[in-house]
């Protein structure tokens, strides 16, 4: 087992390349103040995780999944009272979302740019596959990617699919992105590598403790550029 054996190395895309929790985040906060005639923020809030995560298998995820679940929510907690103008509202925050313009993370095209060379890289990325189009094309990051990969899911087994169409041994295998959950447990699991680079805010549904994951093969990292020290020490 050695770092020297990786082939690919993959990349999660939203939090790790670029900029995305924040503005569910201000989506949300919008959100409360579009209904707070109705219920408190905290209620609110709890409703509209709530139902994310009930709608989660259904519409899997992203942002048009998130607008779905707000007007779901601004239903239930507006007891079917909620105003066509504020419907209105909610569905100008998803789209106003999907314009948003693509922030690069620091470091990340530098980092691209000195492995490129070396590895095959990958974007291995759950979410819209509309939206995820649009910001690859928009971040200007394409050229370094061989094969970009938005998943339904990032299980084990939706990993497993990945490396099958690679053509490659999870040992070669190396997984960097923010959330350890989905990123970085499973890959470890099937004995690859997980790199953790964690972002200032994490899902709801993505928090789990570092300490759980116990293994030689996971790294956890402060800045994503650090990724190069792995290799200068490998
Ligand atoms: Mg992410």
Redesign the pocket.
């Known amino acids: 087992m050695s770092l020297k054996e990786i082939d690919v190395i993959a990349f999660?895309?939203?939090?790790?390349l670029w900029e995305?929790?924040n503005f569910f985040r201000d989506a949300e906060k919008e959100f409360c103040h579009i209904m707070e005639e109705y219920q408190s923020t905290e209620n609110m809030m709890a409703e509209l995780y709530r139902v994310e995560g009930q709608n989660m298998e259904m519409y899997g995820f992203g942002i048009k999944a998130f607008i779905l679940s707000m007007m779901e929510t601004a239903l239930l907690v507006s007891d079917k009272q909620v105003r066509p103008d504020q419907m209105e509202a909610i569905i100008a925050i998803g789209k106003s979302m999907l314009h948003k313009d693509v922030v690069l993370l620091d470091g990340i095209r530098d980092l691209l740019e000195k492995l490129a060379p070396h590895y095959r890289l990958v974007v291995a990325?759950?979410g819209d596959l509309l939206d995820q189009e649009r910001k690859l094309a928009k971040s200007g990051l394409l050229k370094y990617f061989h094969h970009i990969e938005v998943m339904s899911n990032k299980r084990e087994e939706n990993y497993c699919e990945l490396l099958r169409h690679l053509d490659l041994e999870a040992g070669k295998f190396m997984m960097i992105?923010?959330?350890l959950k989905?990123?970085v447990l499973p890959v470890v699991n099937l004995g690859g590598y997980g790199v953790h680079v964690p972002?200032h805010t994490t899902?709801e549904f993505?928090q789990m403790d570092p300490a759980e994951i116990k293994s030689d093969r996971f790294f956890e990292l402060k800045e994503i550029h650090d990724v190069l020290t792995l290799f200068e020490e490998a």
């Open positions: 999660d895309a939203d939090d790790t995305n929790e990325t759950k992105g923010n959330s989905s990123d972002y899902w993505e």
